[in-house]
């Protein structure tokens, strides 16, 4: 529980240090992700390798951020072809490896052949179980020593004899999620502040939030995992919005417009015509007013109430609507 730790998992992020070779089969690490909403949730992070040809031992160190995260458990890889040569035989204890989290933000992790003889070694070879000590929502990853005597090792072929070397090696960064963004539509103020969330389903609080200015303001939110959200949309003097969000296998771009309190035909203006489509709708003609945005004095009735209402607004009578001061 060193405070080292977070130094350290500032200094790993640093992938630009490590990753100065382009060659399309450069050794590589993927470093894994996970999102953690709420303090207690665990979640599984992975080690995954690729384009390791030809190795008989490898050594290097693993960090994480041990004020935000608690290790739970290690297992070998699922789906690398380490998963055969590494049968599980323990919580750090794997057949020809060792994983051991010596401190908390560390997991060294050491492989020999046993025989001797060299692999490639391709796909997750290890994962770790984590808790979350904090609330979230936040979003985890996985780091690599990359310098000083603990930065990656490697020996290649079957020579037995043959000390680790240091090598060149690249670093990703496991993708756990899509994009989510768009163009939110407004109008009044300009330098009014537009708050657009991303609510999880089943959840009270958001999980994703961000706040744009501007009657074209735009938003994003970076590795939303799959699932259905409802994104809420809101600003001064505007009805807030809520739709239905779904991220399946892909970036998903929702565009939002927000109507203004009184603008009844949603033409972005508020003036006698938001009023004489009320009359029309409270006579039953057939029209098709926003009735979100008609409803001003916030009782939950569309009527020639509101109508007086916007007419008094038009004239400059007053400045804001009953259901703005009751919000």
């Known amino acids: 529980m060193k405070k080292v730790f977070a130094v350290l998992l500032a200094v790993m992020l640093l992938v630009s240090s490590i990753a100065t070779v382009s060659a399309a089969d450069n050794p590589t690490f993927v470093l894994g992700k996970a999102a953690f909403a709420n303090k ?3 979640a599984v992070m992975t080690i995954e390798v690729k384009n390791f ?10 960090l994480y951020d041990g004020t935000k995260l608690e290790l739970m458990n290690i297992s070998d890889g699922s789906d690398g072809s380490l998963a055969n040569l590494l049968p599980n035989a323990g919580k750090n204890d794997f057949a020809g490896a060792t994983v051991s989290c010596v401190e908390q933000g560390r997991i060294e992790v050491a492989w020999d052949s046993i025989s001797g003889y060299s692999v490639g070694l391709t796909g997750v070879i290890l994962e770790f179980e984590f808790k979350a000590l904090v609330d979230g929502p ?3 990853k996985l780091g690599i020593l990359t310098e000083g005597e603990d930065a990656p090792l490697l020996r290649k072929d079957k020579n037995e004899g043959k000390e680790l070397e240091p090598f060149d090696f690249s670093v990703e960064e496991q993708v756990i999620g899509f ?5 939110v539509t407004s109008y009044l103020d300009a330098n009014e502040k537009v708050t657009v969330e991303l609510y999880e389903e089943g ?4 999980s994703y939030s961000a706040t744009v200015t501007g009657n074209s303001g735009t938003y994003s939110f970076s590795e939303v995992p799959s699932g259905t959200y409802t994104m809420k949309v809101s600003k001064k003097g505007h009805v807030t919005k809520e739709i239905s969000v779904t991220v399946t296998d892909g970036d998903v771009k929702q565009d939002v417009t927000i109507n203004l309190y009184g603008d009844v035909n949603s033409d972005g203006y508020i003036n006698p015509k938001d009023a004489t489509l009320i009359l029309q709708y409270s006579a039953e003609f057939d029209v098709n007013p926003n009735l979100d945005a008609a409803d001003v004095n916030g009782d939950s009735y569309v009527n020639p109430k509101d109508a007086t209402l916007i007419l008094q607004y038009s004239a ?3 400045s804001k609507f009953p259901v703005e001061t009751n919000g």
């Open 203 to 206: 959840n009270a609080e958001p």
């Open 179 to 183: 994009n989510v963004s768009g163009t």
């Open 40 to 42: 207690g949730d665990t």
């Open 138 to 140: 936040f979003v985890e």
């Open 53 to 62: 040809d030809s190795v008989s031992a490898i050594d290097f160190t693993v």
């Open 316 to 318: 400059e009578l007053i």
